[in-house]
């Protein structure tokens, strides 16, 4: 069982920054992905950016250039450095976990953009 916490949510003003983390309870050293999703109010959960073990990074669309996900397998933690925040960014952002045919999430963290 992988459990995983996210945060480093908040209000920001649109054009700002934040910074996310996901901290995984055990040491990771599979073959395995990680990802942020997030949801807005109203509206499905969506994919926003991805990590492998290999450190290949992949990003939404939406999201591309503006956000950077990486790792510290030291820390067992993932990050999502989010740039020139939108207001429509605002969701829940949760971090998921996928080895061995297995999935967890993380509870999520709210980010909310709005001046």
Same mark, same amino acid.
């Given at each position: *069982?992988? *459990?995983?916490?996210?945060? @480093? @949510? ?5 054009? #700002? !920054? ?7 309870? %055990? ?18 959960? =969506?994919?926003? $950016?991805? /990590?492998?073990?290999? #450190? $290949? ?5 939406? &999201?591309?250039?503006? +956000?950077? /996900?990486? @790792? ?15 207001? =429509?960014? %605002? $969701? &829940?952002?949760?971090?998921? +976990? +996928?080895?061995? #045919?297995?999935?967890?999430?993380? *509870? #999520? %963290? *709210?980010? %909310? &953009?709005? !001046?």
């Amino acid at each position: *069982q992988v *459990q995983l916490v996210e945060s @480093g @949510g908040g209000l920001v003003q649109p054009g #700002g !920054s934040l910074r996310l983390s996901c901290v995984a309870s %055990t040491r990771i050293t599979s073959i395995y992905t990680m990802d942020w999703h997030r949801q807005a109010p109203g509206k499905q959960r =969506e994919w926003v $950016a991805r /990590i492998t073990n290999r #450190g $290949a990074t992949y990003y939404a669309d939406s &999201v591309k250039d503006r +956000f950077t /996900i990486s @790792g510290d397998n030291a820390k067992n933690t993932i990050y999502l450095q989010m740039n020139s925040l939108r207001p =429509e960014d %605002t $969701a &829940v952002y949760y971090c998921k +976990f +996928f080895a061995a #045919g297995r999935e967890y999430w993380g *509870q #999520g %963290t *709210q980010v %909310t &953009v709005s !001046s």
